[in-house]
C-alpha cells in the first residue's frame, strides 16, 4: 500500500523580487510540513506550470528560496522532481503570433517534423530561462548526483522514476507554446510533432535500468499545465485519442493547473480510463481584485499500486491565508468523513458491479456498485456472520433437548457423546435407534426451519435498522413440495414476517422461479427474471390489500443430501425437482441491495450449511416428514 505520493504544486505566480517569500508561500510550506508527517516516503513533486508571474524572472531568487525550504522540508522522503511550462513562465515576443498563422493541424507526418524543424526553435526561445530556472531548482534537491537525463533540455519529454520493481513513466506535454494573450481558452495547440516525439521517448524508455524488470512502465502519468478543455477542438480530441490508446501513451492520469481551481474528471472508453486531476496555487493576492484573500489550493495523491486505487487530499487557504482541509470538494459523505476522495486508478481494471445470477441460457445481470452498495455490502457480511454463529447457538439447544427426549428410548452410552459433542463414534449405531424415534426428529427439524426464519429475519431486521434507522419489512419463510391431481406445488412450510404480518399472503405457486433456481444451482431474483415467474407478477399487480403487495424476492435451493425428488411426468420419464426451497421478500424497494447481495455472495449456502449440520445429528426420511406435516393441522393449511 501507499507505493508513491506526488505533492502536486502548480500557478506558484512568484511576484516578489528580493529573496523573499510572500506570507501565503510560507504558509504553504508550514502546511506542506505539517502533512509530509503522515507520509513514510517516495515523495514525488511535481509543478505544473507559472512558477512566476507574468514571465518576470526577476523573481526567480524568491523561486528558488521556496524551493530550497521545500527540499529540507521532504527531506529523505523525496524521489524526484518534474516540471512543466505555463503560460506565465513563457517570455512573449513579436513573432509568436507569426509563427501561429504557419500551424495547420495536420494528420501528415512529414508536415509536422518540418513545422517543427523550421519554427521550434524560435519557440522554444521564449522558455530559454524558465528552463534555465528549472535546472537550477532540479540541482537543489538532486545536488551532486543530477544526471544528464534530469537535466531538462526541453520543455516536454519522458521521464521514468523506478521505485523498487515499480516504473512510473511521466509525460512532460508543453501547453503554454501556442499562448499568445488573455484569451486563449479553446485556442490552444499541441501538435502532432510533439505528440510523435514524446511517443517515441516513450517506447525508448521501455526497457528499464534494471534488468530484472519488465520492459513496461507500471503506471503512466501526463503532466501539463491547462486542462485539455483548453485545447482547440481538433487538438484537444487528438490528445485524449493518444492518452486513452494501450497502444500510444496508454495514460493513467493526467495532472493540470491553470484554472486556479480544483477538479477530478474522468474520460474513458471501452478499453481505458482516464483520471484527470487539476490544482493550483494561483493569482497573488496582492493582484486579486476580491476583498478577501483568494482561495488558493495545492493537492496530495497518495497512489496505492496494489488495489488499483489513488486518495486525493485537496488543502486550501482560508481568509487568514493559512491551509486547511477542503471540504467542498468531497461531495459525498463518506469522502468529507475520510478527508479524501478515494477513486480508482484505472476503471478497466475495477469490477465496479456485481453479477446477478439468471436462468439458464441468459446471460448474467449486473448491479453497478455505489457508495450506498458498499455500505450494504458491510451490513451484509455483518448479517452473514451473525445468522450463522446464532443458528449454530439454536442447534446445540435442539441437541440438548432431543437428548433429554431420546435418552430413555436409546440405550446407549455414546448418545450423549454424539448429540452433544459430535463425537461420530456410534453415529451409524444411534442414527438407527433415532430412526425408530421418527416422530421427535421431525418435530425439531420443523422447529429448526421454523428458527431459520424467524433468526434470519430478526437480525437482517436488526441489521438494516443500524443502517438507516428504518424499520425494514420482510418475509422470511419455507416451502416444501406437494403432489396435488399429478401436478407438483410448493406450499407454505415455515415462515416469520416483519411488521405483524402473519404470511396469509402466501399462495400455493407451481413453480416458476424455483425449478430455474433448482436447474441453474444459483439465488434467482423475481425481478432480474420477469421472463420465467409472470404468474406471481401478476398475481402481486391484481391485490387489492396493499399489506400484500410485495416489491421483489429471491427464491433459492438449500443443497443438502436428500433435497432432491425423483418422480415420472406425464410421458413416463423421469424427472428431478426439489423437495424445500427457501425464500425473502421485500416489501419496499429500498431493500432490494439486499437481495442482489445474497444472490451474489450465495446466501443459500449459509442455508444449506446450517440444515447440512442439522441432518449430520438428525435423520430425517422425507416420506415420514411430508406425513408428519399433514398430520401437524391448520398450521401448514391455507
Known sequence: MNDFTILHLSDLHFNVKNNILPTLMNNLLDDIADQVKFIDNNIIIVVTGDLIHKGNYEYEASVLKFFRALSKIIGDKFQDIYIVPGNHDKERNAIDKMILEKYVFTENDSIARKFKAKYWQYISYAFNRHLKLVEKIYKIFYK???????????????????????????????????????????????????????YEQYESKKIPSNKELKNEYTITITLAHHPLNWLDGREET??????????????????SGHIHDRDVINFHNTTHSLNTLVSGIGWPDSENLSSSAYEHTYSWYTFNLDVNSIDVYVRKSDKAGTFETDTSIYTRPLFKEEEKIAMPINENKTQAFIEISTIKGRTTKVAYMTTKSLIWMKSYMNIAIKIKAKLKMELEKIRKQAYEELAGDINSENLMDFLLGGDST????????????????????????????????????????????????????????YFEENKSVYKKLSVDCSNGRNGTGMRPINGELIMAAFETATPLIASVNKSICRESI??????????????????????????????????????????ITFGVTIY?????????????????????????EFLWFFPVARESF?????????????
Open 626 to 638: 411430508d406425513k408428519y406435516v399433514k398430520t401437524t393441522g391448520e398450521k401448514y393449511e391455507w
Open 538 to 579: 401478476n398475481d402481486n399487480n391484481k391485490k387489492t390489500d396493499k399489506n400484500q403487495i410485495w416489491s421483489d424476492f429471491i427464491t433459492m435451493i438449500p443443497q443438502f443430501t436428500g433435497n432432491e425428488v425423483k418422480y415420472r411426468d406425464d410421458k413416463n420419464n423421469w424427472k428431478s425437482i426439489p423437495w
Open 238 to 255: 487528438r490528445v485524449q485519442s493518444y492518452l486513452l490508446s494501450n497502444a500510444l501513451l496508454n495514460t493513467d492520469i493526467y495532472i
Open 144 to 198: 551532486k548526483n543530477l544526471t544528464k537525463h534530469m537535466i531538462i533540455k526541453e520543455t516536454y519529454g519522458v521521464n521514468v522514476t523506478e521505485i523498487g520493481n515499480i516504473r512510473i513513466a511521466f509525460i512532460r506535454l508543453n501547453t503554454a507554446w501556442a499562448c499568445v494573450g488573455d484569451k486563449d481558452e479553446r485556442k490552444l495547440k499541441i501538435g502532432l510533432f510533439q505528440l510523435m516525439d514524446i
Open 426 to 481: 456410534a453415529r451409524d449405531e444411534l442414527r438407527m435407534s433415532m430412526e425408530q424415534n421418527d416422530d421427535v426428529i421431525n418435530k425439531e427439524f420443523d422447529a429448526f426451519l421454523g428458527v431459520i426464519c424467524r433468526d434470519i429475519l430478526k437480525i437482517i431486521e436488526d441489521e438494516l435498522y443500524l443502517l438507516d434507522r428504518k424499520k425494514h419489512d420482510l418475509r422470511v419463510h419455507f416451502r416444501k413440495l
Open 588 to 612: 419496499s424497494c429500498i431493500d432490494k441491495s439486499l437481495l442482489y447481495l445474497m444472490d451474489y455472495y450465495r446466501f443459500d449456502k449459509l442455508v444449506t450449511e446450517s440444515i447440512d
